[in-house]
């Protein structure tokens, strides 16, 4: 089933429908496989752009007429094959083009372009309709009125309408493709999830990932140190939860601590503790978190930001299974597996004498070597999906979908934060999308957006020159676009269908930027 009433929203239509009002002053309609009218107009305090159908509604029982003129349209598309065809209205001498919407073999619906007259209509079929619409109800200053604000058109014109209208209906059946193939993919995903690509909260399918979590898998059940390095945000801390919650040490406290958000006093009695009286505060005892996870595991964030004396003492308690809490004379013990984690280069710290060798190698029993998320771009459409399904969830929203062209951009970023940027990304767009399903790509960080992956190379091989790189990425890329499309117009005689093809873009965004750049043919002429 098609969800009508979402294709308002669809940026690509609501742009063809602004395009249909401006150039043609006709209003776009679309109505399901029973003729039901599914666009906005028959809600109350609907806006007409055009006046004759404004006329038409403000008669007793306008909106009958259009309703039958669906229904006749109906009938029709389901005996032949043509998809666009243009037909005379319940009104005399008034005109519509209608598009049917198909998918695999099944009457969807219908996508209307109403109302315009052909531009030979002669003194006495006006009047013919005058007659007719003031019968109908109205009076004949409005129906006189109504009909000179309908556009009188040519057979190229005509012709033009038509191309738009089928191009409307194309992308609704292409939307419903997209949606009805993503949902299978999700499910795919939901049932994939369960094993091969996540290892406990861990997502991503790149072979990297899978290679992690075979090394976890054997990690987990010894007793032995880790090691964790990667840039922020990939998933240092995670990796170490799931060390811990597969482990034998389960069901004991998992600690974390990072080490550099403590100078070497605070996390001296952070670490170790301190006995009541040991410095001016210190109104009690107080439990070190190497006491608190005996029996568990603690997590050393950021270990590569510790001071010599403190990476002394940490070297201590690894060796000995004994600490000093501060201000006490002797010594506890603890039993605590140690997993340790830094984004620093800590080889060059070593050689530069910043970081204990002795230290590095108990610890560095095993090492997980986290890569970045540039370096695993599979991981991102999962990585997006599953951030989206939990945003919504949690949001209680309905799920929402990302558009072809969001996913890419997303794909093209470097993404310096990892995936907690790409988490917050999502985040984001979730509250910024509102009640959209779709997620478009406006609505992404500018710093995503301007994102530049590879570039499809022209097949004409020209070069193209002169462009001001002075001004912003964007306004040179848009400089660029323009021109490769006006080339591209003129080398392809026009054909917009063509140059999409050549361009590697859609034919409603091809003419969506033809708009946009003032490209259009017609309206270039007349300026030349
Ligand atoms: N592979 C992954 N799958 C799902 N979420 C992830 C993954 N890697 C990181 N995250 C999420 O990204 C955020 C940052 O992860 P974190 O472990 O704190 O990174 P780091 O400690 O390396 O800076 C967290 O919210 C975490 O849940
Ligand atoms: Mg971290």
Redesign the pocket.
């Known amino acids: 089933m098609i969800n009508w009433k979402e294709m308002k929203n669809l940026h690509v239509i609501s742009k063809l429908e602004q395009i249909l009002n401006k150039w043609y002053g006709v209003e776009l309609l679309w109505a399901d496989s029973h003729s039901k009218i599914q666009s906005s107009h028959l809600d109350k305090g609907y806006e007409f752009k055009n006046h004759f159908f404004k006329v038409q509604m403000g008669m007793s029982i306008g909106h009958e007429y259009i309703q039958q003129d669906f229904e006749k349209v109906s009938a029709v598309f389901s005996d032949v094959s043509d998809q666009t065809i243009v037909f005379e209205s319940f009104f005399k001498h008034i005109k519509f083009v209608a598009s049917k919407v198909v998918v695999d073999g099944e009457f969807l619906g219908t996508v209307m372009a109403y109302p315009f007259v052909s531009d030979s209509i002669t003194d006495e079929e006006k009047d013919e309709l005058i007659k007719q619409m003031v019968d109908c109800g109205a009076s004949e200053s409005d129906a006189k009125s109504a009909f000179s604000h309908l556009k009188k058109m040519s057979a190229v014109d005509v012709e033009y309408l038509e191309e738009l209208v089928e191009l409307v209906s194309e992308e609704i059946i292409e939307f419903h493709e997209e949606i009805s193939k993503r949902e299978e993919r999700i499910n795919e995903l939901n049932s994939e999830l369960g094993d091969k690509y996540r290892y406990h909260?861990?997502?991503?399918k790149s072979k990297k990932?899978q290679q992690i979590y075979r090394l976890l898998e054997k990690v987990s059940s010894s007793e032995a140190s880790v090691f964790i390095q990667?840039?922020?945000?990939?998933?240092?801390?995670?990796?170490a939860k799931a060390i811990h919650y597969y482990s034998p040490r389960k069901d004991n406290m998992f600690l974390a601590v990072n080490c550099s958000a403590f100078n070497d006093n605070l996390l001296d009695s952070e670490l170790f503790g301190h006995m009541k009286g040991a410095f001016t505060g210190a109104i009690k005892d107080k439990k070190g978190l190497f006491e608190s996870a005996n029996g568990g595991t603690l997590f050393l964030?950021e270990i590569g930001d510790t001071s010599l004396s403190m990476q002394v003492k940490l070297l201590r308690v690894l060796q000995e299974g004994t600490f000093l809490p501060v201000g006490a004379n002797s010594p506890k013990r603890t039993d605590v597996r140690i997993i340790a984690?830094t984004?620093k280069n800590i080889k060059e710290m070593m050689q530069k004498g910043e970081f204990r060798e002795d230290l590095y190698y108990r610890i560095n029993v095993i090492n997980v070597n986290?890569p970045g998320l540039k370096d695993r771009s599979e991981?991102i459409p999962i990585?997006m999906d599953?951030f989206l399904k939990k945003r919504c969830d949690e949001m209680g929203l309905p799920l929402k979908t990302f558009s072809k062209k969001c996913m890419e951009k997303m794909l093209d970023y470097h993404w310096p934060g990892?995936?907690?940027e790409l988490?917050n990304e999502i985040e984001r767009v979730v509250v910024l999308a509102g009640d959209d399903k779709i997620i478009t790509p406006d609505l992404l960080s500018p710093r995503i957006l301007e994102a530049v992956g590879s570039v499809r190379g022209g097949s004409s091989g020209g070069m193209v020159s002169g462009i001001n790189t002075n001004g912003t990425l964007k306004a040179a890329l848009e400089e660029l676009e323009s021109i490769m499309i006006r080339e591209g117009l003129k080398r392809c005689n026009f054909n917009k269908s063509k140059l999409a093809k050549e361009l590697g873009v859609s034919r409603a965004s091809l003419i969506m930027k033809v708009d946009k750049y003032g490209l259009d043919k017609r309206k270039k002429a007349a300026n030349e």
Request: no cysteine; hydrophobic share 40%; net charge negative.
């Open positions: 909260m861990m997502i991503g990932m990667g840039e922020n945000g990939t998933g240092k801390e995670l990796v964030d984690a984004n986290l991981d990585l599953h990892n995936v907690r988490e």
